[in-house]
C-alpha cells in the first residue's frame, strides 16, 4: 500500500489520520457525555476533563495534518454508478465532517481560554498547552459572555456530531452491505479492491 492516494484506494496516510480521528472523537463524544452527568465535587471529574481536553486538541492537530494531506492528495471517486443525490449528500457528509472535527475542538479550545479561572491545559500530564492568548488575556466581564458562547457553540457541534457520525457509519455499511462496491474497502487496510470506482 503507498502512502498517497490512489484512484482505488486512500493511501496509508489518509487512513491512518482516518482511523486516529474516528477513535479519538467517538471516545471524546463518550467522555463528554458521561462527565455531563458527573456532580461538580466528582474527584474524578478534573481527570475526565483534562483528558478529554487533550484528546480534543489531539483531534484538532490530526484534523489539520488530515485536511492539508486532503488538499494535496485527491480521494478516489465514488462510484460512476452511485446516484446523484447519494453523491452529493456522501460529499456534503464528508465536509461536514471535516467541518466538526476541526471546530469542535477549537471551539472548546476557546471555551476553555475564556473561561472565568483559566486553569491549565496539561496535555496527558506532558506539557502544558497554551491558552488562546487574545481570549485568556481579557477581563473577567469581557471573558464571561465569550465563555456562554462558546460553550453554546461546543455542545451544539458536539451534538451534531453525535448525529453525524452514525449517518457516517450507515452510509458505509450501506455501500458494503447493500451496493456490494469498494467504497469501505478502500479505507480499510488490506483489504482487496475488486474494482475501480
Not at 484534523?63 to 465514488?78: D, E, H, T, V
Amino acid at each position: 500500500m503507498t502512502a498517497a492516494n490512489t484512484l482505488k484506494r486512500y493511501g496509508s496516510v489518509a487512513m491512518t489520520f482516518h482511523w486516529l480521528i474516528a477513535f479519538a472523537v467517538i471516545l471524546n463524544i463518550c467522555l463528554g457525555l458521561y462527565m455531563s452527568d458527573l456532580p461538580r465535587g466528582d474527584p474524578n471529574l478534573s481527570f475526565i476533563l483534562q483528558t478529554h481536553k487533550s484528546i480534543g486538541l489531539t483531534v484538532l492537530v490530526l484534523s489539520l495534518g488530515r485536511l492539508g494531506w486532503r488538499l494535496a492528495n485527491p480521494i478516489p471517486p465514488l462510484p460512476a454508478t452511485m446516484n446523484p443525490l447519494l453523491r452529493r449528500v456522501a460529499r456534503g457528509t464528508h465536509y461536514l465532517l471535516y467541518f466538526l472535527i476541526i471546530f469542535i475542538p477549537l471551539s472548546g479550545w476557546a471555551l476553555v481560554s475564556a473561561s472565568s479561572h483559566v486553569t491549565p491545559i496539561v496535555w496527558f500530564g506532558l506539557f502544558q498547552w497554551p491558552h488562546i492568548p487574545f481570549l485568556a488575556d481579557l477581563p473577567h466581564a469581557q471573558r464571561a459572555p465569550l465563555h456562554r458562547d462558546f460553550d453554546f457553540v461546543h455542545v451544539y457541534l458536539a451534538w451534531s456530531a453525535i448525529v453525524l457520525v452514525p449517518i457516517h457509519i450507515a452510509g458505509a455499511l450501506y455501500h458494503q452491505f447493500v451496493r456490494g462496491d469498494d467504497v469501505l474497502k478502500r479505507m480499510l487496510p488490506g483489504a482487496r479492491i475488486s474494482k475501480v470506482a
